[in-house]
């Protein structure tokens, strides 16, 4: 069993330690739910943080597979990843395909139009000051990451929608939109890697059904709709992650049968190797 180094940082809802071997982080979801940069509107949700922890593994490790560098080593329980450590960029890239959130609410566009092509947007990672919008200018001026950066990060980004889109929708499910984050590696010859990190799962997706539209994703707390974990749980079924049965059955979590999921590892990551790069600065952004 491998054990957790000091803690080196607690977000909204995960908590970094050391890894056991150096370069490595040990990821811990919490089952803490938040919406809008608001403590006030925070809950603990049994079992949430380990849905998200198998919803992410399994897509960080299918990402992988078709070229998408990511942080993510394998799972080391139901509530812990082992993953890179890198130098994360302060910028969280949005990729939109129907207008919803604060898309329909700062143009005015009815929710649930579709896109006639997926639009990119740039939020800097700042709770203090609410994730504001950015643009490509702000982020060259500022420094928050070198023009072949951004590059590289828009690529990939718009390859992980084209996958998503087609996993999801196998599934029946439509990817809504989603927000990414990304950071800096460096290989043996120093050679640099932008990589994927953070996670992607329904706190970080707006997923709705494909025949009801129905919300799937955190949206069920922001707007309290109820549900959440009924809807996380239907879509960690529909991509074969868990029983359908599910680990909440008559209201309540079953952490006995949680317990028993199967590990999941990153095969190509695991054989990359890397050396975790010198920060020039600790982020304390959200996790």
């Known amino acids: 069993m491998i054990k957790r180094g000091k803690p080196l940082h607690e977000g909204k809802t995960k908590i970094l330690y050391e890894g056991p071997e150096p370069?490595?982080?040990?990821?811990?979801?919490?089952?803490?739910?938040t919406?809008?940069?608001?403590?006030?509107?925070?809950?603990?949700?049994?079992?949430?943080?380990?849905?998200?922890?198998?919803?992410?593994?399994?897509?960080?490790?299918?990402?992988?597979?078709?070229?998408?560098?990511?942080?993510?080593?394998?799972?080391?329980?139901?509530?812990?990843?082992?993953?890179?450590?890198?130098?994360?960029?302060p910028i969280e890239i949005v990729i939109r395909n129907?207008?919803?959130?604060?898309?329909?609410?700062?143009?005015?566009?009815?929710?649930g139009t579709i896109?006639?092509?997926?639009?990119?947007?740039?939020?800097?990672?700042?709770?203090?000051?609410?994730?504001?919008?950015?643009?490509?200018?702000?982020?060259?001026?500022?420094?928050?990451?070198?023009?072949y950066e951004l590059d590289e990060m828009i690529a990939?980004?718009?390859?992980?929608?084209?996958?998503?889109n087609g996993m999801f929708e196998a599934i029946g499910i439509r990817l809504v939109d989603f927000k990414l984050e990304f950071g800096r590696m460096y290989g043996e010859n120093d050679e640099l890697y932008i990589v994927l990190a953070d996670e992607i799962s329904p706190d970080s997706c707006r997923l709705w059904d494909s025949k009801t539209d129905e919300k799937m994703d955190k949206d069920r707390f922001r707007l309290d709709l109820g549900g959440l974990m009924e809807s996380?749980?239907?879509?960690?079924?529909?991509?074969?992650?868990i029983p359908k049965e599910g680990i909440i059955q008559n209201g309540s979590f079953n952490e006995q049968l949680a317990d028993t999921l199967d590990e999941i590892e990153n095969e190509l990551a695991d054989r990359r190797k890397v050396r975790s790069i010198k920060?020039?600065?600790?982020?304390?952004?959200?996790?």
């Open 156 to 164: 990939q980004a718009f390859r992980v929608n084209d996958y998503l």
């Open 98 to 111: 129907i207008a919803a959130g604060s898309m329909s609410k700062r143009l005015g566009i009815k929710e």
């Open 115 to 147: 896109l006639p092509r997926p639009v990119v947007e740039f939020y800097l990672k700042d709770d203090a000051l609410g994730d504001p919008i950015i643009s490509e200018d702000h982020i060259m001026v500022f420094g928050w990451a070198e023009p």
């Open 279 to 287: 920060p020039r600065g600790i982020y304390k952004g959200d996790l």
């Open 232 to 241: 996380y749980q239907e879509i960690a079924v529909r991509l074969g992650l």
């Open 23 to 33: 370069g490595t982080i040990i990821q811990f979801y919490k089952d803490d739910t």
């Open 35 to 89: 919406a809008n940069n608001d403590p006030s509107l925070t809950k603990i949700i049994a079992g949430k943080g380990i849905l998200n922890n198998r919803i992410s593994a399994h897509l960080m490790s299918k990402l992988e597979q078709i070229g998408i560098p990511t942080h993510f080593i394998r799972s080391l329980n139901m509530r812990e990843q082992l993953v890179r450590k890198i130098e994360m960029l």
